[in-house]
Nanobody
C-alpha cells in the first residue's frame, strides 16, 4: 500500500513558478513510476508528467514541455514537479499518483494510488 500527500500548490501570477511535492509512505516507492496529473471541474484527469522508478525515463505532455520538470528523490520518498513560466491555462487541481511496482504508463488507469490533490491557480 502506498499513501501519497501533495504539497506546494497555491496562487501565482502568470510567468511565475511553483514546485509541487508529493511524499509517499510505503517501502515500494522506489519501484513505482510516479505521475503528475491535473483535472479541471467537469473534465477528464490528464497526465502532465511521469517519471520511472529509476528516474531515467520521463514523459511530459506537449502543453508543459520546456516549462515543467519532474524529478524524484527515492531516499526521501518524494517526487517533485517544478513548474516555470506558468500560464492561466495551467490552473487546475494537480494530483500525484503511483503505479504498482515496475509498471510504466501515462494513462490514469495504470496508476493504483492517488494523492488528494493540490490546487494551482495562475492569475493573468
Amino acid at each position: 500500500q502506498v499513501q501519497l500527500v501533495e504539497s506546494g500548490g497555491g496562487l501565482v501570477q502568470a510567468g511565475g513558478s511553483l514546485r509541487l511535492s508529493c511524499t509517499a509512505s510505503g517501502r515500494t516507492f522506489s519501484s513505482c513510476t510516479m505521475g503528475w496529473f491535473r483535472q479541471a471541474p467537469g473534465k477528464e484527469r490528464d497526465v502532465v508528467a511521469a517519471i520511472s522508478w529509476c528516474g531515467f525515463r520521463t514523459y511530459y505532455a506537449d502543453s508543459v514541455k520546456g516549462r515543467f520538470t519532474v524529478s524524484r528523490d527515492n531516499a526521501k520518498n518524494t517526487v517533485y514537479l517544478q513548474m516555470n513560466s506558468l500560464k492561466p491555462e495551467d490552473t487546475d487541481v494537480y494530483y500525484c499518483a503511483a503505479t504498482l511496482p515496475r509498471a510504466w504508463g501515462i494513462d490514469s488507469g495504470v496508476y493504483a494510488y492517488w494523492g488528494q490533490g493540490t490546487q494551482v491557480t495562475v492569475s493573468s
